[in-house]
């Protein structure tokens, strides 16, 4: 089993910035792409950015040029570096791990406000 524990969330003013951690442990033999994903309320979740193990990076056209997506060297912590927050930022943030064989996992969300 792999544990996927995120912090960093909270309120900030529009514009302002926030960085969000999600540390991975149990398990990890290996780990093919972590990213994160948000969740609104009342809307599907989606995809905020990913970084595979070859060190690729996807950002969703909303956040592209905002947000930045990174890693540790052990390449089993992640982080989000949000930017010039927008109050559509605000949402529940969640970390995804996974793995070459497919085994896909999720952390229990961080609320992210963007609000004056």
Request: charged share 15%.
């Amino acid at each position: 089993q792999v544990q996927l524990v995120e912090s960093g969330g909270g309120l900030v003013q529009p514009g302002g910035s926030l960085r969000l951690s999600c540390a991975a442990s149990g398990s990890i033999f290996s780990i093919y792409v972590m990213g994160w994903y948000r969740q609104a309320p009342g809307k599907q979740r989606e995809m905020v950015a990913n970084i595979f193990s070859s060190g690729t990076t996807n950002y969703a056209v909303s956040v592209k040029g905002r947000f930045t997506i990174s890693r540790d060297n052990a390449g089993t912590t992640v982080y989000l570096q949000m930017n010039s927050l927008r109050p559509e930022d605000t949402a529940v943030y969640y970390c995804n791990l996974i793995q070459p064989d497919g085994k896909e996992y999720w952390g229990q969300g961080t609320q992210v406000t963007v609000s004056s």
